[in-house]
């Protein structure tokens, strides 16, 4: 699997828009972007994914550049239960090779100011 | 119910100790995965299954093994609980083939502490 960067930590104001940057520059074509995000101590909780097209649900947008090299997931507006831990990943959607080292970096810490 | 049930959620023992988290699901997924998070770090893949009779090694299976009893139901074992072994470990459950997503769903997490 690809591997990917995050910024550490950011912030954002309450009612604002989020937008949180991931690199993945070694992507290959047949992997997804996924997110998820860890709120304090609970398991992760899927949020969007995408392949080479913009994405929109009921929770994020998520933007993937052209090149595929880069993606931004987006908050449109932040509350305080957004404030959480953001993971990005980038894998096939499944396999049968016995590759799914589905690790997770150390993300980035979202806090959503008042 | 949550879709996917760890037990115990939180354990305390000593050190030499045999410890066993269990993890069910309702998801009816075939592939299940155990997870271990350290403090301010990421998750690390300890072991994975792809059905009943498949069990594949993680990055950091070492210290630990598995057991996939039935299709809903995967145990992670220590043998010999060191301290290092302290962690929130983690079960998850996906989907494969044609139309899966591919997302993981998580078990709300076993705290394990090492004396």
């Known amino acids: 699997d690809a591997k990917t960067t995050q910024p550490t930590s950011m912030d954002c104001a309450e009612g604002r828009a989020a937008n949180l940057p991931c690199n993945h520059s070694t992507i290959s074509g047949n992997e997804y972007v996924y997110w998820y995000r860890q709120i304090h101590s609970q398991g992760p909780q899927y949020i969007i994914h995408g392949l080479k097209n913009n994405e929109t649900n009921e929770m994020a947008s998520l933007i993937i550049t052209e090149d595929r090299k880069s993606s931004t997931l987006i908050l449109p507006h932040a509350t305080l239960r957004d404030t959480a831990v953001y993971y990005c990943i980038v894998r096939v959607r499944w396999s049968n090779f016995g590759n799914e080292k589905l690790t997770f970096g150390t993300g980035t810490r979202l806090t959503i100011i008042p | ?115």
């Open chain 2, 1 to 115: 119910d949550a879709d996917v049930t760890q037990t115990p959620r939180n354990r305390i023992t000593k050190t030499g100790k045999r410890i066993m988290l269990e993890c069910s699901q309702t998801k009816g997924h075939d592939r299940m995965y155990w997870y271990r998070q350290d403090p301010g770090l990421g998750l690390r893949l300890i072991y994975y299954s792809f059905d009943v009779k498949d069990i594949n090694k993680g990055e950091i299976s070492d210290g630990y093994s598995v057991s996939r009893q039935a299709q809903a139901k995967f145990s992670l074992s220590l043998e010999s609980a060191i301290p290092n072994q302290t962690a929130l470990y983690f079960c998850a459950t996906s989907d494969f083939g044609q139309g899966a997503t591919g997302e993981l769903f998580f078990g709300e997490g076993s705290r394990l502490t090492v004396l």
